[in-house]
């Protein structure tokens, strides 16, 4: 016996078929796609067994990978495995590839998504700073038709996203790496592999002349939401990659930052982090020149 | 309580299963097929006692709703791993440097071994074998002899590829 044995399971063939069930209350269902934090919750008892579950793997609508232009859409359905060694995900977005590969293990990876990554909603999710740095949108649909959201609106708070009970998350849009543009990812955690974030972020950036010519970087663990650390941004664009500008983002992004203590770690050494990482970031970007 | 019937491909030969399919597919290996070799350790996907390869992917079955994987599915479990050529490589040189102790966390750790060497170009450096078994715990060994047998077999496997090219 398992305490799921009584959860009705659905299979559908299509997305069209998919947001049927998620339209009609009476056949609306938990959807389920790597299962690697739903099958957790539910076995443990933390959660308690869905009436109805929706199994998203088998739907091709959401396993696309492909650059159009200067957009890298990626599937909700892809798995981190298939990120980290997808070279269209290298090229357009290294820092997303790289996140991928220290989440979990190789067998977390190879069943983990990154739509159910975005879609369980933790500011410990390790798929949201790399994409926040790409300016991603979030593509969700429902019977109703499709609707595409900046991420940044689309993570609202600690595990609530703007999405309707009827809409399923079907694929993101990024804006693939420019030309002489360089990213990077970053993660701390208890030990380098199967631990949860204490603090990780990414940037993207660029250098013109030992000058920061762009600088957009995301951290995640430091708010209810991963965030965008949009002053520390604003200051450093046009200033000279040199000691005195390493010292002072580092203050601000500690600054600008209002983490939590958790189990995971305190509020202080995060900021701490948050500000290493920071300076990290603009170290690696002087470097990339 | 209802159930799902599906086709596999496991170790190479077809079984035609009827289950609930909210169970997990750790239970379905073992209650149902009755291949006991995968063990259940932590039950929450970070001991990697349970890994099975899917689809040529290693993955944890006690994070797998069984109702997911569909018809058709190659599942590979240590009893089909001991088959191959490369698991019996992996086999023999475990032993061969005492990398088993307890051994309970042992077909998963070479379920990880196999996925690592059977993949596409393995990079067989320290590093990258310490991450090929990151999702893969062992209370006994240490996990130095773990790595030492796996870049052993690893090593005799890559020599073998060169005497085919010939």
Not at chain 1, 164 to 184: K, Q, S, V
Not at chain 2, 63 to 84: F, K, N, S, Y
């Amino acid at each position: 016996m398992s305490n799921l044995d009584d959860t009705e399971f659905l299979e559908p063939a299509t997305l069209a078929e998919a947001l049927r069930f998620m339209a009609d209350e009476s056949t609306r269902a938990v959807p389920l796609a790597g299962g690697t934090d739903l099958m957790v919750q539910w076995e443990a008892g933390v959660r308690p067994p869905p009436s109805r579950v929706l199994n998203l793997k088998s739907l091709p609508e959401l396993a696309e990978l492909r650059a159009e232009g200067d957009t890298l859409i990626i599937g909700a359905g892809i798995t981190h495995a298939a990120l980290r060694r997808s070279p269209l995900v290298r090229k357009h977005a290294p820092a997303l590839a790289d996140a991928a590969a220290t989440v979990g293990g190789a067998q977390i990876q190879a069943l983990g998504t990154i739509g159910g990554s975005i879609g369980n909603a933790s500011p410990a999710g390790d798929m949201a700073p790399s994409l926040l740095v790409a300016n991603a949108r979030a593509e969700v649909a429902s019977i109703h038709g499709s609707r595409t959201i900046p991420l940044t609106q689309f993570l609202v708070g600690y595990r609530k996203l703007d999405l309707a009970a009827d809409e399923l998350i079907i694929r993101f849009h990024l804006d693939a790496l420019p030309a002489e543009y360089c990213e990077g990812w970053r993660k701390l955690g208890p030990r380098a592999a199967q631990a949860i974030s204490k603090v990780m972020g990414s940037y993207r950036g660029k250098q013109e002349g030992g000058k920061v010519a762009s600088f957009a970087v995301a951290l995640g663990s430091v708010a209810p939401t991963a965030i965008r650390l949009r002053e520390v941004e604003q200051w450093v664009v046009g200033r000279k990659l040199n000691a005195d500008t390493l010292r002072e983002a580092e203050e601000r992004a500690s600054a600008e930052v209002k983490p939590i203590a958790d189990i995971r770690s305190t509020a202080e050494y995060r900021q701490w982090v948050s500000g290493r990482l920071v300076r990290g970031f603009l170290e690696h970007l002087a470097s990339a020149g | 309580m209802k159930t799902v019937i599906r086709t596999w491909i496991v170790n190479g030969k077809k079984y035609t299963v009827e289950f609930p399919p909210m169970r997990r597919l750790l239970d379905v290996i073992r209650e149902t097929l009755g291949l006991k070799g995968t063990k259940e350790g932590c039950g929450e996907g970070e001991c990697g006692a349970c890994s099975i390869l899917l689809n040529h992917e290693p993955v944890t079955s006690c994070l797998i709703a069984a109702g997911q994987v569909p018809d058709g599915a190659e599942i590979l479990t240590i009893e089909g791993l001991e088959l191959t050529h490369e698991g019996q490589e992996l086999q023999r040189m475990y032993v061969a440097k005492g990398a088993a102790q307890c051994g309970f966390c042992i077909p998963g750790m070479l379920v990880a071994s196999y996925a690592h060497v059977t993949g596409d170009h393995p990079d067989n450096s320290d590093a990258a074998l310490r991450e090929a078994h990151a999702g893969n715990i062992c209370r006994c060994t240490g996990y130095a002899k773990i790595i030492e047998a796996v870049s052993a077999a690893a090593e005799r496997l890559s020599h073998e590829d060169e005497d085919d090219d010939t």
